[in-house]
């Protein structure tokens, strides 16, 4: 019998296991996919979300954060913007998107 004779009858056994094989194959992707899911992308939208309600949570008398470092008490609210006294009679507006942090008006600075 020649070489090519008996790939020839040996190519349709392989062909049927491969169907099954190829799902193992990409089990690993799926699973690689999952595990980044968990640690990745689903605690970051849980961050995302919660910074979202402690922004449109913010009201007057609130200490306030920005994104740029400047800590100051909001006076004013509106949909877009805050108003923000980082001094006494000096007043910011701010765009509420770019606030870093709500920090808790209970808490008093170290130096007071």
Known sequence: MSISAILAQAAPAAADGAGS???????PYVLIFVVMYFLLIRPQQQRVKAHQRKVNAISRNDQVVTAGGLVGKVVRVDD????????QGVKVK?????IADVVSSATKPAND
């Open 21 to 27: 094989m190829g799902w193992i194959a990409f089990a």
């Open 80 to 87: 877009d913007y805050a108003d923000v006294e980082i001094a």
């Open 94 to 98: 701010v765009v509420k998107a770019t």
